[in-house]
C-alpha cells in the first residue's frame, strides 16, 4: 500500500502534520523532491520539531528516505540529525545515491541571481538555499551526486570540472569575488567527510531497489511531497515557482517506483482552509484591496502562524481558490482530500472564496496556462456562513458531527467541487486536534 501526500496550494498546507498522523501506519516515509527549502513543524506531545530536509516521519520512528528526487545539502541533513538526536530521538535516515547534492557555490549563485533579478519582475523569491541552481546542474550533467560523495576521486574529478565555471559564471558575469564556495580542496576535504559519515552510518541506498525490497516485504511506504502544486516546476505558476516537482508525479520519478505504483495508491491532497504564499506571482483571491482586507490578512496571519518555517518572512493571506484546486485535484489525481487550518477561520465576520475566475468577460472554473494571464483574473467570490470559535479539542475527540455547521458547509462545498471526499480536517497545530474520517491506510 502507499500514500501520496501532495500540498495543492502553494507549500505550508500542513502537510507536516498528516505525514505525521498518518506516517504511523507507514513503515517508510520518503521525500522524493526539493530540498531545504521545505518547512514541516512537527508537533508530538507538546514538542515542537521545525525540519526543512529531514522527512517528518523520522520524528516518529520511521525510516526517512530521500529519494533521488531531491537535492541534499549535507550541512544541513547533518546539523537537523545531531539536533533531533540531541532531543533524544534516533532519526533512521537514508539518502538516495542518485539524490544531487546542494554545494556551497549553489547557494551563493542562487543569492546572487536573486539580486540580479531584483530590479525587474523576476525576482522569484526563493528561499536562498541553491535550490535552483542545484537542478540547473542535475539537468545540465554537471551535478554532484550522493553517490559521488562515497569516492573522493569522483568527488574532485568533477569539482575540478565544475567549479573553474562556477567562478567563472561569479566573477566574469556578475563582477563579484568567488569565496571559499569555489575552493576545490576545501570542498573536496568538507565533502569527503560528509561521505565518510554517510557510509559509516549506513546511510546510502539505491533507492529504487530498497524500496521495492521493502515493498515485497509488506511494508507501507509514504511518499512525502514538499512545496505545493503552484509551485511546480511544471505545473505551477512559472517562473515563480520551485526547480522540482511536488505533484504526483514527481513520487514515481523521484523515488524508482513506478507510475503504477503510486497509482495504486491513494493520493491525498492536503488544503489549506485559507491561502498563503511566500515569494513573488500572482494570488487572484489575496487579501489586499483595502485597509479591511489587510487587517484580515493581518488577523488570520498571525492567527495561522504565516511566516515561513525556512525564512520567517510573514506569508500573503488570500481566499481559498476553487480554479487552484481543481487544477491540483487533476494534475496529482486526489483519491482524497485534507484540509486543514479550518479553526483559523472561526470568529470571522466574513468568509469567502474564489469560486471560478472572471477572465476576459468570461467565467471560467481552472486556472489559465500562463502566469500573466492567471494575473489577469479577477475572483469570483463565493460567501459561507460563518462559523464560531468553539473547543477544538472536544471536536477532535466528538468527531466529524461535532463541529459547527457552517463550517461542515464549507468542507462538503470543497469535496463537492473537487469530487473527491475528505479523509481529515485539522483543527489546531497537534496532531490530536485533527477530526478523522478516514485513513487513506485502510483504504
Ligand atoms: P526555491 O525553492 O528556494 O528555489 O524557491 C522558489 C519558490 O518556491 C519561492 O517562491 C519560494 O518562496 C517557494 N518555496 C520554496 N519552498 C517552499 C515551501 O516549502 N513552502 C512555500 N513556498 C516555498
Not at 505550508?12 to 498518518?22: C, H, R, T
Not at 563579484?176 to 565518510?196: Q, S
Not at 488577523?299 to 488570500?318: A, C, D, H, L, S
Not at 462559523?387 to 471536536?395: A, F, L, N, S
Request: proline letters at 5%; glycine letters at 12%; a negative charge.
Amino acid at each position: 500500500m502507499t500514500v501520496t501526500i501532495v500540498g495543492s496550494q502553494l507549500g505550508d498546507e500542513g502537510k507536516g502534520a498528516l505525514v505525521d498522523l498518518w506516517g504511523g501506519d507507514a513503515d517508510i516515509v520518503v521525500r522524493y523532491q526539493g530540498g531545504d527549502n521545505a518547512g514541516h513543524t512537527v508537533v508530538e506531545d507538546g514538542e515542537e520539531y521545525k525540519l526543512s530536509l529531514v522527512p517528518s516521519g523520522a520524528v516518529r520512528d520511521k525510516v526517512g528516505v530521500l529519494g533521488n528526487g531531491c537535492v541534499i545539502n549535507p550541512r544541513t541533513l547533518f546539523s537537523e540529525l545531531d539536533d533531533l538526536r540531541e532531543r533524544g530521538l534516533e532519526p533512521d535516515v537514508r539518502l538516495a545515491k542518485r539524490a544531487h547534492v546542494i554545494m556551497p557555490y549553489h547557494r551563493r549563485l542562487d543569492n546572487i541571481e536573486e539580486e540580479a533579478k531584483a530590479d525587474s519582475d523576476l525576482t522569484v523569491g526563493t528561499t536562498g538555499r541553491g535550490i535552483g541552481p542545484t537542478y540547473e546542474d542535475k539537468a545540465g550533467r554537471r551535478g554532484i551526486r550522493v553517490g559521488d560523495l562515497l569516492d573522493p576521486e569522483v568527488l574532485r574529478q568533477r569539482l575540478e570540472y565544475v567549479v573553474p565555471q562556477k567562478r567563472a559564471v561569479i566573477e566574469d558575469v556578475y563582477g563579484l569575488e568567488a569565496g571559499e564556495e569555489c575552493d576545490i580542496e576545501a570542498l573536496v576535504e568538507e565533502f569527503t567527510e560528509f561521505g565518510r559519515r554517510l557510509s559509516e552510518e549506513d546511510m546510502v541506498v539505491n533507492c529504487g531497489d530498497f524500496l521495492a525490497e521493502r515493498r515485497d516485504a509488506g511494508e507501507n511506504v509514504m511518499f512525502e511531497g514538499a512545496q505545493g502544486t503552484l509551485i511546480d516546476i511544471d505545473h505551477g505558476s512559472y517562473p515563480y515557482v520551485t526547480s522540482s516537482n511536488p505533484t504526483a508525479g514527481g513520487a514515481s520519478t523521484g523515488t524508482g517506483l513506478g507510475p503504477t505504483v503510486v497509482g495504486q495508491g491513494e493520493v491525498v491532497g492536503i488544503v489549506k482552509a485559507y491561502l498563503s504564499r511566500v515569494g513573488e506571482g500572482p494570488m487572484p483571491t489575496e487579501l489586499k484591496d483595502d485597509d479591511r482586507d489587510e487587517e484580515l490578512a493581518d488577523y488570520i496571519r498571525e492567527k495561522g502562524g504565516e511566516f515561513g518555517t525556512v525564512t520567517g518572512r510573514p506569508r500573503r493571506i488570500g481566499w481559498l481558490d476553487l480554479p487552484m484546486l481543481r487544477h491540483a485535484a487533476r494534475v496529482s489525481g486526489f483519491t482524497g482530500i485534507a484540509v486543514n487550518h479550518l479553526d483559523v477561520l472561526a470568529g470571522l465576520d466574513e468568509v469567502k472564496v474564489g469560486h471560478a475566475y472572471e477572465l476576459d468577460g468570461e467565467e471560467r472554473l481552472t486556472m489559465p496556462a500562463t502566469t500573466e494571464r492567471w494575473a489577469e483574473c479577477e475572483p469570483v467570490l463565493k460567501e459561507f456562513e460563518t462559523w464560531p470559535e468553539v473547543d477544538w479539542t472536544e471536536v477532535a475527540e466528538e468527531g466529524y458531527e461535532a463541529l459547527p455547521d457552517a463550517a461542515q458547509d464549507y468542507l462538503e462545498y470543497i469535496s463537492d467541487e473537487l469530487d473527491v471526499p475528505v479523509y481529515a480536517v485539522g483543527i489546531g497545530p497537534d496532531r490530536e486536534q485533527t477530526v478523522h474520517l478516514e485513513n487513506p491506510f485502510d483504504k
